[in-house]
């Protein structure tokens, strides 16, 4: 459509995962595109693609803890293209997937390609996991499952050329429906209803629209994405926007029985108890920062677990007051937050 023409874009943590996927849409849109990224050779790569295609880019080496390092990919831009007119950041990092059975303390690296470390990009736990040990993870090329809790994979393969997944949702029936969708960012919705050997595109409107996060209740399914959320009452088939009292990107997702709890990007954490019809930002120290995973438990307390940021904080008083759990993973906790589920 080429809405974009004229324009330059700086996406940092571009050389790969959303950052990447967001370069190639702003080039396909007609931007001009400066990568900033710490890995040089995906850069290059992500560069090269979007010339060879036909648009513009080039990559700048960028830690963006560095200020003089963003100041540098700001010259660049203007210097290359001759103006600055769009900026997004993506800064996390995936190293794979790690499998913790001491509450976060220690963390053992689990490979699902042997020999290969790929970004995991999303994670989805069986309702019935404690019987059937199953789960799927999004990451580079498609979806992969376990039936036995993560020690060996096979492959749940998407439509070619696949699309990124931003999140995976089973249905609470999973063991006897086999239903489950996938979050695109450039598909919109996939629906499997055999558990991933077939897809459907499920997305009318919102095939425009980049879907972050999903979550279901017994009544609707929500699809939060970078302009909204949305809503479908037919089983993902169409799909109406949801009133929020403020306009921001929705990043994560959760139900809590009729609860519903949606993270944005700049707005904090909301709350809605009627299925989405009324909201309430939750107000609290330590979720002034984008909410990128929401967690609930299934048991008999109520836990609500939230990655806001790089931190991982715990609300036992429906989000009244939050305290922060330790997790020793370095500086990569993006790739491992749905890891975190209550087995109690």
């Known amino acids: 459509m080429n809405t974009l023409t004229g324009k330059t874009a700086i996406v940092t943590g571009g050389a790969s995962g959303i950052g990447k996927a967001t370069a190639l849409m702003l080039a396909q849109e007609g931007a001009a595109v400066v990568i900033a990224d710490i890995n040089p050779e995906q850069g290059k790569l992500t560069e090269q693609e979007i010339n060879a295609a036909g648009g513009r880019a080039v990559f700048a080496p960028c830690n963006v803890a560095k200020a003089e390092d963003c100041q540098r990919v700001v010259q660049t831009a203007v210097e290359r293209f001759g103006s600055l007119d769009i900026l997004f950041n993506f800064a996390g990092r995936r190293s794979g997937l790690y499998r913790s059975t001491d509450a976060g303390k220690s963390w053992q690296a689990r490979s699902i390609v042997a020999g290969e470390s790929l970004s995991v990009t999303a994670l989805a736990f069986s309702p019935n996991f404690a019987e059937d040990q199953t789960l799927f993870a999004a990451l580079t090329g498609g979806v992969a499952f376990s039936n036995d809790a993560g020690e060996s994979w096979l492959w749940a393969q998407l439509p070619t050329p696949p699309p990124y997944v931003s ?145 991982l904080l715990e609300s036992t008083n429906q989000g009244k007051m939050w305290r922060a759990i330790p997790i020793s993973l370095g500086d990569e906790p993006l790739a491992l937050a749905s890891l975190f589920i209550d087995r109690a």
């Open 167 to 311: 999140a995976l949702l089973l249905s609470p029936n999973f063991a006897e429906d086999k239903t489950l969708f996938v979050a695109t960012l450039e598909d919109g919705v996939l629906r499997s209803v055999d558990g991933g050997a077939s897809w459907q595109a499920w997305n009318f409107g919102l095939l425009d629209k980049q879907v972050l996060s999903l979550a279901l209740n017994d009544e609707s399914v929500y699809a939060g994405t970078g302009m909204g959320l949305f809503r479908s009452h037919n089983g993902g088939r169409s799909w109406r926007e949801v009133n929020l009292p403020v306009e921001d990107s929705v990043l994560s997702l959760a139900v809590m029985g009729k609860t519903l709890f949606a993270g944005t990007e700049n707005s904090g954490l909301l709350k809605s108890d009627d299925g989405g019809g009324t909201w309430k930002q939750i107000k609290a120290k330590g979720l002034n920062q984008p909410i990128n995973q929401i967690q609930v438990s299934s048991g008999k307390e109520a836990i609500i677990r939230a990655l806001v940021g790089d931190r």
